[in-house]
């Protein structure tokens, strides 16, 4: 049996981020890939294989909670274009999940929910992880 | 008038370390650090009473006094390591806390010391960084005093 990764620790740009538990997610930027049939014939079809480089790109998301202190980080985050470096680390006792994405922005025009249990949705585009 | 400071100080690492740097990672070769000011007081106050709380209680001749007036930060921290006043991993956790306050490190003279980037770094580089940061920055212009009184 397993253990799921479930408490990965996030940083950006050096420092720690405390994000909502389960909220994390990203991709790993392999893109997409397609599979075609050429026909020769007789019935005959042959498999054409296409890597969609246009979608080699990751995407991470968390949420935040709306503090000041939080507000004011995304808002630094946008603001920095993709000059942004997040990195994420999980572990469980049978070992270690890292990922680093270079050049991460923040794409969207992110909602910043003012009330009480709101959160901050944050979804970086990046190069492919690493 | 008070004894001038060092403007800043520039720590050569021993063994890089990975750092973010405008959206990519770069290895880290020196760190840059900046003298305390009064926001930094309770850090600064820590170290200092530390290392003087390690300094041997015997009072011996004025010689050995002018020569602790230039103290390297290698002598500071096996003062503080052989002190059976002081805990070094006190004095260490203090340091992580000054080191990661605003304005008092950068690596590569470009980003902030973090903590994330504090626990990265090599531990004999971190303790060697520290002791560097006390002779300059914390004591010695008490010493300086000390030697004029």
């Known amino acids: 049996m397993g253990v799921q990764v479930a408490d990965a620790a996030v940083q950006v740009n050096n420092n720690t981020v405390a994000i909502i538990p389960n909220t994390l997610a990203y991709t790993e930027g392999k893109g997409e890939q397609t599979i ?13 294989y296409a890597n969609n480089v246009e979608s080699n790109f990751s995407m991470v998301k968390f949420e935040l909670p709306a503090t000041v202190e939080n507000i004011e980080l995304a808002r630094e985050w946008k603001s920095n274009a ?39 949705a944050i979804e970086f585009k990046s190069n492919p992880a690493i | 008038m008070a004894g001038t400071k060092a403007a800043e100080l520039l720590y050569e690492l021993d063994i890089e370390f990975e750092y973010a740097h405008k959206g990519d990672l770069r290895k880290a070769e020196f760190i840059t650090l900046y003298p305390p000011t009064s926001r930094n007081m309770s850090e600064v106050a820590a170290l200092k009473q530390a290392f003087f709380r390690s300094l041997p209680q015997d009072d011996e001749s004025g010689e050995k006094e002018e020569a602790e007036t230039e103290i390297k930060g290698s002598q500071v921290m096996a ?20 080191f990661s306050a605003k304005g008092i490190a950068d690596v590569d003279g470009e980003e902030k010391l973090t903590k994330p980037l504090i626990d990265a770094m090599d531990p004999n580089d971190f303790y060697t960084m520290t002791g560097e940061y006390i002779a300059n920055f914390i004591i010695a212009s008490a010493l300086r005093k000390l030697k004029k009184s």
Do not use: H, K
Request: net charge negative; aromatic share 2%.
């Open chain 1, 36 to 48: 075609r049939a050429a026909s020769a014939g007789g019935g005959q079809v042959e498999q054409i």
């Open chain 1, 82 to 120: 993709n000059a942004n470096l997040v990195q994420i680390a999980g572990s469980t006792p049978e070992g270690r999940v890292t990922r680093t994405f270079s050049q991460a922005a923040l794409l969207g025009d992110y909602e910043v929910p003012l009330g009480s249990d709101t959160n901050i």
């Open chain 2, 79 to 98: 003062l503080i390591s052989m002190s059976v006043n002081v805990e070094l991993s006190t004095v260490l956790l203090t340091a992580r806390e000054l």
